[in-house]
């Protein structure tokens, strides 16, 4: 729906502005650039000092827990909230995934859940009982420490004599992914006595059975709870059943099909619905689930258009209306009413898909009343559009499936207590009223089988009741379980992965009685690495919470074991290759994802013929050159988060595809892209641009890079010549003498383009080399200049008195925030830049985009602009304040935005990181405090920490395996001075080594093949 596609930019209302509102947008005598945007930035000194000094953990409390999301379920299971104080909140976990757009930046959604759920606790104390919720309404102090993957709440209370922890989160271990993919969240709670007396508590559980939450009603679904026993076990089965199908009652019958070749009676008005029925899915519409060849589809090639269709009158003579529907969530705007006497009486909007899917109303209490529907489109901006067909009436709903266990939230759910005791206690059936007060309330009976018809809450609960003496602390565990297999992607079935390890939620809570303990360790373990550090807590925690990502709705696990994504939860189709070649975090933390992206989309189904990528897999098969060229660049660095070649080895025929048809783009042999091409921005861009071709050449040097291990030395130095070329012409001709621009061409005025502007991804190929190990490859004191204008001419203290005068655009930085924005044009040329007229995507330039900002910043610690990387990752940390928003999701067209996962690279950046497993090499070059360092390192089979302690010609170093092994056979360490001996030893035994320098960069070569375990520490003296 779009040039790839406007459906995509979920935005635009804006994007729907005509050219005349675009050139309003700029206000004809706006104040100066430097006003805008002054070049000194004037930053206070106690802020500058915070960038790199450790500073405290972050601990929120009042307010501040208001917006909270943290999530907490395993990796591509779907998506679970912890709230601030502790309630979860969200539950897409059954399949029921909305889209979400740009505005839950301006508007962070607030904490709401489709069911009752929570803990509560009951103290006996001197012959009183008091019983509080575990949250802010229970608690007066409540204070949240979120350190994904793990959150610790504090509760306190003057009034309550025990205080309680909760450490939450899912199992976490990086290397790991089947360890970390548990559909479940577990919830460990101390409970300390901090009386002079002994005190009985109960702590206690309660779930409400939500299986079939949206469709159990088509199904007359019934629920039923059953309390559990097994070792080590107590299990709250939630779980649902349908009845027998009976009579279906009267016929139905047809009301519109849209077959014919005109609408008949119905009345049609403005362009969106034109004169006819549609018989085809408009320009890059992927419709499906229509019957016959006719339907409403107010998508003509665009969502510009508007209209509406009205019915004849009929009287209602069936107890429902059923129809066929997809297109754009815009309630009152792209929508199908029922009116009766002129009023909407029922309603129903698209879900931001063309895969068109049954909807029923059930319209009983109107029969023998006389009505009309009424088709609208009044929505120009993104999926402003509606389809419609096959509107019938019937006495049962229309089912988009043959029976119940075919839905998407037809599943299995439950609330464990692990490490159960014989007097732990089950409740099948709350009884009605407050929780917790009834809670407590019900008697030690109640554990048979309970059952509530569909539309009746049926709640469950358990507890375990414990005295404790004066100082003395217990722990209990529980978890909460899920198991809803049925996730669908454009109306087919794709299934859970998960669902092949478990046969039912039970199974989950099974396995996690037997395993907890280690998976809590081990997860623990992760966390105390990550954050035993000297880099700045502030650091940390933005770095590594975007990993969080993989635990949301933007990222699915397939039954067939194929990983997938959104660009941002349920927006932007396909695991898309210009979004998602930015993130990060998943290469290095879990390397097995990105190589089953690798080999089960990008070389595999979404490799065209030609060697061309597509850039959303089979949804799209047009590559884009920036995501083509920085897939390539994946290829490698998943192979060098492998223990082996194998990888390499199987994908190394495909990859040399990819290469050829990049150099294809190329045209005539020089390493310089001069044609049109496609790009993140959505249009196409034509003319030389350093963007893309910083990126073809990293390509190119990877590929070589690739070639020489796979033995081809020929095709090497193919790569290496072109390389060699385009540099020359990249430098004599993109360079302006401060940055790197876009050469226009001249015949295509029309076209978007960033022109003379300084434009934020413009040296992006030299910082994925800088990523795997490459190096640069353009003359450095060019690119440090690039990057030093980016800072000075995009980078806003407060983005304010920009963003006044550049209307267009979404706003991820409000007025008083900081920002780098994306384009802007400290030389002119903005009006040519912006096409002819301008071109609705133009307004991304006045944006500041999260993964772009992570890109650049840590482009400029790698080049030595440590404090402007720093500050642009800080001005976007402070932006996601949780006095302001949920901290853990970052937002661009979509909520937890895949491309936000670069932040990650900021951290490796900060490090001087670098890594290839299958030659055994670690190195690192610290750009923060590299006299006394240490930080988390991780690499193809296990992780740990780094240390280092360096003086004028000496450095100590260690390397400390935590979790699995890992092979080393070269190091590399940035110098201070000329070390000229090495001494190292693992385990109290001597390994031969020789130290070699190249300027500051030293390299230490090892006599052997040295395997650190878990546990293990290989020690490093240079001097």
């Known amino acids: 729906m779009s040039l790839d596609d406007l459906s995509r930019r979920d935005f635009v209302g804006l994007v729907a502005l005509s050219a005349t509102a675009l050139t309003a947008g700029r206000a004809v005598a706006a104040p100066g650039h430097a006003e805008l945007i002054p070049p000194e930035k004037a930053l206070p000194a106690d802020w500058l000092a915070s960038l790199t000094t450790r500073g405290r953990r972050t601990v929120l409390s009042g307010t501040e827990l208001e917006l909270v999301g943290m999530p907490c379920g395993g990796l591509t299971t779907g998506q679970m909230y912890l709230g601030g104080d502790g309630r979860l909140w969200h539950w897409d976990v059954m399949n029921l995934t909305a889209g979400t757009g740009d505005g839950h930046y301006a508007n962070p959604p607030k904490p709401s859940s489709p069911l009752d759920q929570g803990f509560a606790l009951a103290v006996t104390s001197g012959g009183q009982t008091d019983m509080r919720g575990l949250d802010r309404d229970g608690f007066a102090e409540v204070r949240f420490t979120g350190e994904y993957p793990l959150a610790t709440i504090e509760y306190s209370d003057p009034a309550c004599p025990v205080k309680v922890k909760l450490e939450a989160g899912s199992p976490f271990i990086p290397g790991d992914l089947a360890s970390s993919s548990f559909p479940a969240t577990l919830l460990a709670y101390t409970l300390t006595n901090t009386s002079n007396a002994p005190v009985d508590v109960e702590l206690a559980g309660w779930l409400e059975n939500a299986v079939g939450l949206r469709t159990g009603a088509d199904w007359s679904l019934t629920r039923t709870n059953r309390i559990q026993r097994a070792g080590g076990l107590l299990w709250l089965d939630c779980a649902g059943s349908v009845p027998a199908e009976g009579s279906g009652g009267r016929a139905a019958v047809t009301f519109a099909d849209f077959e014919g070749e005109t609408y008949g009676e119905w009345k049609a008005e403005g362009a969106a619905v034109g004169t006819a029925p549609s018989r085809k899915a408009g320009h890059d519409q992927r419709l499906a689930g229509f019957e016959g060849k006719g339907l409403v589809n107010t998508y003509p090639d665009s969502d510009q258009p508007q209209g509406s269709l009205t019915s004849p009158t009929f009287t209602i003579s069936r107890r429902c209306i059923n129809f066929l529907i997809g297109g754009g969530d815009h309630p009152g705007e792209t929508c199908i009413n029922l009116l009766i006497d002129g009023k909407v009486v029922r309603t129903a909007t698209g879900k931001n898909t063309d895969a068109m899917a049954w909807a029923s109303w059930n319209v009983a209490e109107f029969e023998g009343k006389t009505a009309t529907i009424q088709i609208v489109d009044r929505h120009s901006g993104g999926w402003g559009h509606i389809d419609i067909d096959q509107i019938e009436f019937a006495d049962r709903p229309r089912r988009a499936r043959t029976d119940a266990t075919q839905e998407p939230d037809w599943g299995t759910m439950g609330l464990a207590l692990l490490d159960a005791k014989p007097t732990d206690r089950g409740v099948s059936a709350l009884p009605a009223g407050a929780i917790p007060s009834g809670l407590f309330a019900v008697a030690g009976a109640g554990e048979g089988p309970q059952s509530r018809p569909f539309g009746r809450r049926l709640r469950g609960a358990l507890s375990r009741r414990l005295t404790l003496a004066p100082g003395a602390s217990a722990e209990v565990v529980f978890a909460v379980c899920w198991h809803f297999g049925n996730l669908y992607l454009d109306d087919q079935r794709r299934g859970r992965q998960y669902a092949a390890r478990f046969a039912d939620a039970r199974a989950v809570a099974t396995e996690l009685a037997r395993s907890h303990a280690e998976l809590r360790r081990q997860t623990r373990l992760w966390c105390d690495t990550w954050y035993d550090s000297t880099l700045p807590y502030w650091?940390?925690?933005?770095?590594?919470?975007?990993?969080?990502?993989?635990?949301?709705?933007?990222?699915?696990?397939?039954?067939?074991?194929?990983?997938?994504?959104?660009?941002?939860?349920?927006?932007?189709?396909?695991?898309?290759?210009?979004?998602?070649?930015?993130?990060?975090?998943?290469?290095?933390?879990?390397?097995?994802?990105?190589?089953?992206?690798?080999?089960?989309?990008?070389?595999?189904?979404?490799?065209?013929?030609?060697?061309?990528?597509?850039?959303?897999?089979?949804?799209?098969?047009?590559?884009?050159?920036?995501?083509?060229?920085?897939?390539?660049?994946?290829?490698?660095?998943?192979?060098?988060?492998?223990?082996d070649d194998a990888f390499l080895e199987r994908l190394w025929p495909r990859v040399k595809r990819a290469l050829d048809w990049a150099i294809g783009e190329d045209g005539n042999n020089d390493g310089y892209i001069e044609k049109g091409e496609h790009n993140t921005l959505d249009t196409d861009w034509f003319g030389p641009h350093a963007w893309f071709n910083t990126l073809y050449l990293a390509a190119l040097r990877a590929g070589a890079a690739m070639a020489r291990e796979m033995g081809e030395p020929d095709a090497a130095t193919r790569y290496d010549t072109l390389v060699a070329s385009g540099v020359k012409l990249l430098e004599e001709r993109l360079y302006n003498g401060e940055y790197f621009v876009h050469l226009k061409d001249p015949t295509k005025p029309e076209a978007l383009g960033s022109g003379q502007g300084c434009e934020i991804d413009q040296v992006f190929g030299q910082h994925w080399t800088r990523m795997v190990g490459l190096g640069g490859f353009i003359d450095p004191a060019k690119v440090r200049s690039a990057l030093a204008s980016l800072y000075k001419y995009n980078f806003a203290v407060d983005v304010g008195p920009y963003r006044k005068v550049h209307t267009t655009g979404r706003m991820y930085a409000m007025p008083g925030e900081g920002g780098l924005l994306m384009c802007t044009f400290p030389k002119g040329g903005e009006d040519e830049a912006l096409g002819k007229p301008p071109v609705w995507a133009s307004m991304y330039f006045n944006e500041c985009m999260n993964g772009f900002e992570y890109q650049a910043a840590g482009h400029m610690i790698w080049e030595g602009l440590v404090t402007e990387g720093l500050a642009v990752t800080r001005a976007l940390h402070d932006r996601y304040g949780a006095a302001k928003r949920n901290p853990y999701n970052e937002v661009e067209c979509g909520d937890h935005y895949a491309r936000s996962m670069a932040s990650y690279g900021v951290f490796l950046a900060v490090c001087g990181y670098e890594y290839h497993g299958p030659k055994g090499h670690l190195g690192f070059a610290p750009r923060v405090s590299p006299e006394q360092f240490q930080a988390a390192f991780t690499a193809a089979e296990g992780w740990g920490t780094?240390?280092?302690?360096?003086?004028?010609?000496?450095?100590?170093?260690?390397?400390?395996?935590?979790?699995?092994?890992?092979?080393?056979?070269?190091?590399?360490?940035?110098?201070?001075?000329?070390?000229?001996?090495?001494?190292?030893?693992?385990?109290?035994?001597?390994?031969?080594?020789?130290?070699?320098?190249?300027g500051t960069r030293l390299l230490l070569t090892l006599g052997r093949d040295v395997t650190v375990p878990a546990g293990g520490e290989l020690k490093i003296e240079l001097a």
């Open 946 to 998: 780094y240390r280092q302690t360096r003086a004028a010609g000496t450095l100590a170093a260690s390397v400390s395996v935590k979790w699995g092994q890992v092979r080393l056979r070269t190091m590399s360490f940035e110098a201070q001075g000329t070390p000229k001996a090495a001494k190292v030893t693992l385990a109290n035994q001597a390994v031969p080594a020789t130290v070699s320098q190249e």
């Open 539 to 643: 650091l940390l925690d933005r770095t590594l919470a975007n990993a969080s990502i993989l635990a949301t709705s933007t990222t699915q696990r397939w039954d067939n074991g194929r990983i997938w994504g959104w660009e941002g939860v349920g927006c932007c189709v396909g695991t898309c290759t210009h979004v998602w070649h930015y993130a990060q975090a998943a290469a290095r933390l879990f390397p097995e994802v990105e190589r089953i992206m690798r080999e089960q989309q990008d070389f595999g189904p979404g490799l065209g013929a030609d060697g061309q990528i597509g850039m959303r897999g089979e949804w799209n098969g047009r590559a884009a050159i920036d995501g083509h060229c920085g897939t390539i660049l994946r290829a490698y660095r998943e192979h060098q988060m492998s223990a």
